[in-house]
Structures are given as structure tokens and as C-alpha cells.
Nanobody, 120 residues
Framework: QVQLVESGGGLVQPGGSLRLSCTAY????????MAWYRQAPGKERELVAMITAFSTNYADSVKGRFTISRDNDKKTVYLQMNSLKPEDTAVYYC???????????????WGQGTLVTVSS
């Protein structure tokens, strides 16, 4: 069994910063790619950023403000969010498209979500 656990959400003022973390637990050999999605109230879930072994991609709305990175040894992906805006308010979800373990491969796994609120 594998599990993705997120942390780092909270309340921040406009212009502030937060860093989200997502750690994968289990007998994991490889995870690729990893991504962050978000879902604002009344809206569909949207891709925020994705990281593979060779590249990163961002939604236009966060380019230049958010940075995705990963620590393979710690099985952790991060989302550094700077210059936050009220429209960034959402539940942020970690996603792993493919997780290879010692016994099987898992597809499209999600974390439980962490709430980010940007408000003064």
C-alpha cells in the first residue's frame, strides 16, 4: 500500500508565501511524474504544476510565482508559493501518476488535500 501525505497549508496574507510538502510512504522504488492540483470552491480541480525526472510545467496563472521541486531520497515533492493572491485560495492536492513499489505499480494516487487560504 502507498500513501501520499501533504502538509504546509494555512492562512496567509496577499503577497505572502507558503511551502507545501507531499511525502509518499510505502516500499517505493520510483514515482513519476508528481504534480500539484488545486480545487477552489465551486470550481473544477486544475493542474498547478508537474515535475518529471527532466522537466517542470506550470499553469499560466502561477508561472513566475510558484516553484515545484522534489527530493527523490525523501520521496517528497514541494510547492513553493510566493506572491500569493486571493485567487490562489483552494484545497491543494498532491498527485502521483505512477508509483512503482517492490510488489506492484499504482496509478493516479492522490493525497488528502491541504487548504490554502489567502486573505487579509
Amino acid at each position: 500500500q502507498v500513501q501520499l501525505v501533504e502538509s504546509g497549508g494555512g492562512l496567509v496574507q496577499p503577497g505572502g508565501s507558503l511551502r507545501l510538502s507531499c511525502t509518499a510512504y510505502g516500499s517505493i522504488v520510483n514515482i513519476n511524474p508528481m504534480a500539484w492540483y488545486r480545487q477552489a470552491p465551486g470550481k473544477e480541480r486544475e493542474l498547478v504544476a508537474m515535475i518529471t525526472a527532466f522537466s517542470t510545467n506550470y499553469a499560466d496563472s502561477v508561472k513566475g510565482r510558484f516553484t515545484i521541486s522534489r527530493d527523490n531520497d525523501k520521496k517528497t515533492v514541494y510547492l513553493q508559493m510566493n506572491s500569493l493572491k486571493p485567487e490562489d485560495t483552494a484545497v491543494y492536492y498532491c498527485n502521483a501518476k505512477t508509483i512503482v513499489t517492490l510488489t506492484r505499480t499504482y496509478f493516479d494516487r492522490w493525497g488528502q488535500g491541504t487548504l490554502v487560504t489567502v486573505s487579509s
